[in-house]
């Protein structure tokens, strides 16, 4: 199991490949970085899972997509400043030993999430 990520270009209808992610631990209002990556051709973290069984914890997280970059390179024309700049996704951890999967279908304009499995 784990923690995991997949974004979805809902506007190009693709994975969004080569989107820029960050990943946080948080507590007391405080973030921490754990790591920053560019998602894969797949639209998900190269290296697998973001955590593995053995090292998610019970608590508190954030990802970080940096949307308008990634669409700028697209060559989408956007607004100054754009509608949506970095999508921000804070989320908790109950059960590490259950898979927690947290995708992202995400446009110009509007963005949806959901815990996935």
Do not use: I
Not at 17 to 26: C, H, K, P
Not at 38 to 62: E, V
Request: proline fraction near 7%; aromatic fraction near 12%; charged fraction near 15%.
């Amino acid at each position: 199991m784990g923690l995991s990520t997949h974004v979805l270009d809902t506007m190009h209808g693709t994975p969004a490949g080569g989107m820029r992610v960050a990943l946080f631990t948080t507590r007391s209002g405080q973030a921490t970085l754990v790591k920053s990556f560019d998602l894969d051709d797949d639209g998900r973290y190269p290296g697998g899972l973001l955590y593995d069984s053995t090292t998610l914890q019970a608590g508190t997280y954030r990802l970080v997509f940096d949307v308008a970059a990634y669409f700028r390179a697209k060559g989408a024309v956007l607004p100054e400043p754009p509608f949506l700049d970095q999508v921000t996704l804070d989320f908790g951890v109950a059960d590490p030993s259950q898979h927690y999967h947290v995708p992202l279908l995400v446009s110009p304009w509007s963005y949806s999430t959901y815990r996935g499995s």
